[in-house]
């Protein structure tokens, strides 16, 4: 669920903030980090949109099992020396020649679950439906 949508909801909108205080993951204090710290006032900016996967748990109600950012950025392609070697590189320059690209910001679960709660190919997959939606919603192909 999208953040933006989840904070609007009126049956979910008090959850969420302390589910995001709750977040945790111990293996990266960075993504962790992010949800807690940026990710409400990358949404308010519109530098990225942040999806929450939301599990039902009988102690607090609503919890994050995992959460992904996705960010629109300006990409190109550059061949290497090995002609068949192409390389996709993000750039800052507005006068370059560019596409546009879509850029998985952030990805990660909770530490509390384990992957047989959600697996990175179910996160993957779900990435995918979004940024497909993006696609279509945008005109792209």
């Known amino acids: ?5 989840a ?3 009126d049956v979910l909108k008090d959850f969420i903030p302390k589910a995001i205080n709750r977040f945790n993951i111990t293996s990266s204090e960075d993504v962790t980090g992010f949800l807690k ?12 949109a942040t ?5 039902f748990d009988e ?6 099992l995992a959460y992904f950012t996705l960010v629109n950025n300006k990409v190109f392609s550059v061949k290497n020396a090995n002609e068949e070697d192409r ?5 800052d320059d507005d006068n370059a020649k560019h596409q546009a690209g879509i850029l998985i910001a952030q990805l990660g ?14 996160i993957m997959n779900e990435i995918m ?3 497909k939606n993006i696609i279509e919603i945008g005109g792209g192909r």
């Open 7 to 9: 904070l609007n909801n």
């Open 129 to 131: 439906i979004v940024i």
């Open 37 to 48: 710290g940026k990710a409400i006032n990358h949404m308010n900016i519109n530098l990225s």
């Open 109 to 122: 679960r909770n530490s509390k679950y384990i992957s047989s709660d959600i697996n990175i190919d179910g």
């Open 51 to 55: 999806y929450l996967f939301l599990v």
């Open 87 to 91: 390389k996709i590189i993000f750039i």
């Open 59 to 64: 102690k607090f109600g609503i919890e994050i």
């Open 1 to 5: 669920m999208n953040l933006r949508e």
